[in-house]
């Protein structure tokens, strides 16, 4: 990494050095330096409630070396610890598998997986991503990655994780427990000490796109116009607010919906994105070709024949639907950083760490 700050990363290098007296945490580079240590001796992850039962649990393991083998890893453990969080979030709320599918979509479409969106905005000195209109008051789920993040700290010693992983696994969990496949979610990303207002409203694709625009968006993040139709699924649970389906280039005009809001924009009332909220299914796609698409831009996909087969292919067949869906997920998934932008493993998932040596 160059040496050189932008001027956004050194400001909040400033304010972020004024905030290390507040807030003293461990530094999990050193951790990270023994990551190695802990191959195969983490124990069975149900008996573990604190990190002090995890290291002398750790140190008896390393004297039976035997048992290694049936032991979880380090990562068996990050992976254990998100799911668990994950569960009960959606457990307690079914409408929260969506919201971490469409956080972590909205994480990796704008400079790529970097955590960006899960960076608080701090009065007077930094706004991210999360008060963007594609996001303000929409995007939802940052205390379930939080709870996740604090799960593996106090879980799972000498891993460091990044928040952007930890949101990858959560959309992975959120889709495999509403019924979509499961894939496998590869560790590795890093977290980026900056967020993009601007690019979270010109990079992520809107529900007022039409089919030009939305296949250029996606285009621009390596995807094919089959990979973007695939993606769309991802409306096959959860909710609009009434604030998007309440304006009129939003909605497909034959859906006929209630607008459904009560008094101001800003109002929660929600509407379905398809008939079946909760349930990764294929029922979006039956919806589109018999033009109840929610959204414009969901409508827009049955108006060009190539997008439209693509539709009917998946209308079809559920299961060529979620293969290619968890497919465009681990590729989405895999989008990298924008080029020179700093980075590092956030601590705390909502704001850049006190100091990074290790980043800079
Ligand atoms: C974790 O790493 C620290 C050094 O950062 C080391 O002191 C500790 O023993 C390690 N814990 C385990 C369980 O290996
Ligand atoms: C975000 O939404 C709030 C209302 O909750 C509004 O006051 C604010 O202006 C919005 N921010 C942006 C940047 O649009
Ligand atoms: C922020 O987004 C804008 C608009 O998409 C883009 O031009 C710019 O390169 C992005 N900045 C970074 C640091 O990635
Ligand atoms: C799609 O939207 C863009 C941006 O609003 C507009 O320039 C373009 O003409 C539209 N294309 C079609 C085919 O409607
Ligand atoms: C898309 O692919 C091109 C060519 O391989 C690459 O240069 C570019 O960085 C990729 N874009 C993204 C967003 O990954
Ligand atoms: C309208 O909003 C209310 C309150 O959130 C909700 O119970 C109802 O199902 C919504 N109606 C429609 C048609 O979405
Ligand atoms: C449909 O989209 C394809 C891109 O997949 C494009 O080549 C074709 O021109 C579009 N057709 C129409 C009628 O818009």
């Known amino acids: 990494m160059a040496f050189r700050l932008s001027h956004l990363s050194l400001a909040l290098s400033l304010v972020a050095l004024a905030l290390a007296g507040v807030a003293i945490y461990r530094n999990t580079y050193d951790a990270m330096m023994n990551k190695g240590l802990l191959q195969n001796v983490s124990p069975d992850f149900g008996l573990l409630e604190s990190t002090a039962s995890i290291l002398t649990l750790n140190k008896n393991a390393e004297r039976n070396s035997d048992k290694l083998n049936q032991q979880l890893t380090p990562e068996q453990c990050v992976f254990s610890a998100v799911r668990g969080v994950v569960d009960s979030a959606i457990d307690a709320e079914t409408r929260m598998g969506a919201s971490l599918i469409r956080l972590h979509f909205h994480d990796c479409f704008v400079d790529g997986c970097d955590g960006g969106i899960l960076l608080d905005d701090i009065a007077g000195s930094f706004q991210g991503e999360q008060t963007s209109p594609p996001n303000n008051n929409s995007a939802r789920g940052y205390e379930v990655i939080a709870q996740a993040k604090q799960s593996v700290k106090d879980t799972c010693p000498n891993i460091s994780v990044s928040c952007a992983d930890i949101l990858a696994i959560a959309a992975r969990d959120s889709v495999a427990k509403l019924g979509g496949q499961t894939y496998n979610v590869a560790l590795g990303r890093s977290d980026a000490r900056t967020a993009n207002f601007t690019g979270a409203l010109t990079q992520l694709p809107a529900p007022f796109d039409n089919l030009t625009v939305q296949i250029q968006k996606f285009s621009d993040k390596n995807f094919t116009v089959r990979e973007m139709v695939a993606l769309a699924g991802a409306h096959t649970v959860g909710f609009a607010r009434c604030s998007t389906v309440c304006v009129s280039t939003n909605v497909n005009p034959a859906a006929q919906l209630q607008c459904n809001c009560s008094a101001t924009l800003t109002d929660s009332n929600l509407q379905q994105l398809d008939t079946t909220p909760a349930v990764f299914d294929k029922v979006y796609y039956d919806d589109l070709n ?32 979620l293969g290619d869906f968890a497919a465009a997920m681990i590729k989405m998934g895999n989008l990298p950083p924008s080029p020179g932008v700093q980075l590092e493993i956030r601590d705390v998932c909502s704001r850049v760490n006190p100091t990074s040596v290790a980043s800079m």
Request: charge should be negative; charged fraction near 10%.
């Open 290 to 321: 018999r033009n109840q698409g929610i959204l414009f831009s969901d409508h827009e996909l049955t108006v060009n024949t190539t997008t439209a087969s693509v539709v009917t292919t998946y209308s079809n067949d559920l299961n060529v639907f």
